[in-house]
Structures are given as C-alpha cells and as structure tokens.
C-alpha cells in the first residue's frame, strides 16, 4: 500500500452529494467540451459540431438536451431561413468558469500531452 503522508487509514468517507451530482453531468463525455466551447462564444449546433471534433450530431444533440435540462444552457430557435438553432450558457453555466480554468491549469501541470496519466498519479 502506497503511503499517503497519514491519510486515507481506515474506511473511505462517502462522496458528498455535491461531487456525486456534478460528476454525474459534467464527467459525461464530450458535456466539459461543450461547456468550455460555449464559454468562448455563443454558437449554432453546426459551430459546436465543428468544434468538437469526433462529436457525433446525436450525442451532441443528447448533451445539449442534458445540459439544458439542469439549467446550464439555453436554446434559441431562429426561425430564419434556414432554421437554425443557437445555445448560450446561462449564468449557472457561465458559473462553471472558474473550476473549468483550474481544471485545464490542472491538465497543463499533471498530464503530459497524449493524456496519459503520469506515473506519479497512478494506484
């Protein structure tokens, strides 16, 4: 077993309901991605398609329809021509900003490029 400088002997506290239900949206796949997208500029499905690469329409369709459902996005129908739809985040979205910056600070000190956990993080 691994020392961690005294913690972690004896049973494991329970995940607080906080962390429980934010990592049950935002730990989705492709949902931080849209977020940090939307944090630059407001955008059209087709904008967002194109900044994600490898994002399909229906899973990004699915996320945003998540998003919006927990009042982290708003979407607005232009009736045109052509039809198009735009999302913006609304101030709980907007909210994220903060902890997504540290995240990517984060990112840039403890993963090396290619996304592999370094050794020092691993169990």
């Known amino acids: 077993m691994a020392d961690h400088g005294g913690r972690g002997h004896g049973p494991c506290k329970k995940v607080d309901d906080g962390m429980t239900r934010v990592f049950e949206l935002l730990g989705k796949r492709w949902t931080g ?12 499905f087709a904008e967002l398609r ?13 996320r ?10 708003l979407r607005e129908v232009d009736a045109g021509p052509p039809l ?3 999302y913006r985040l609304t101030d709980a979205g907007r ?10 600070r984060w990112a840039e000190r403890y ?6 956990c370094p050794e020092s993080l691993r169990s």
Do not use: H, W
């Open 33 to 44: 991605l849209i977020v940090a997208v939307l944090l630059e500029q407001d955008a059209y």
């Open 95 to 104: 909210a994220l900003e903060p902890a997504l910056k540290e995240l990517s």
């Open 111 to 116: 993963l090396p490029d290619g996304g592999q």
């Open 64 to 73: 945003l329809t998540e998003l919006a459902g927990a009042g982290l996005v």
């Open 50 to 62: 194109r900044a994600i690469p490898g994002i399909s329409e229906r899973m990004l369709s699915d």
């Open 84 to 86: 198009r739809v735009a």
